[in-house]
């Protein structure tokens, strides 16, 4: 199953209390934070979860996969995520 944003809004509305249009307009704050801060070169510190982090990937040769030819990529900004221990203990018990 995957998180979806309705998903959160649920859990946030059952344990908090808050009301369904309240959970929402949290979790799409919360949102348009991360995206804002993520579109400025920052990254994204969340203790015992992890961190998104924005890395630079230079102009590379690549090849088209359908056609075999040659290629330039453009140079681009990827976001990566680096869990933290806690999650990571988490997950392998």
Same mark, same amino acid.
């Given at each position: 199953? *995957? &998180?979806?944003?309705?998903?959160?809004?649920?859990?946030?509305?059952?344990?908090?209390?808050?009301?369904?249009?309240?959970?929402?307009?949290?979790?799409?704050?919360?949102?348009?934070?991360?995206?804002? *801060? &993520?579109?400025n070169g920052e990254n994204v510190l969340i203790s015992g979860f992890g961190k998104f982090c924005i890395k630079e990937k230079k102009e590379r040769r690549g090849r088209n996969p359908a056609t075999g030819d040659d290629m330039m990529l453009d140079p681009r900004r990827v976001v990566t995520f680096r869990c933290s221990p806690v999650l990571r203990k988490k997950i392998n018990g």
């Open positions: 199953m *995957t &998180l979806t944003k309705a998903h959160l809004m649920d859990a946030i509305q059952n344990d908090i209390g808050l009301s369904r249009k309240q959970s929402s307009e949290l979790i799409e704050s919360m949102v348009e934070i991360i995206k804002n *801060t &993520l579109e």
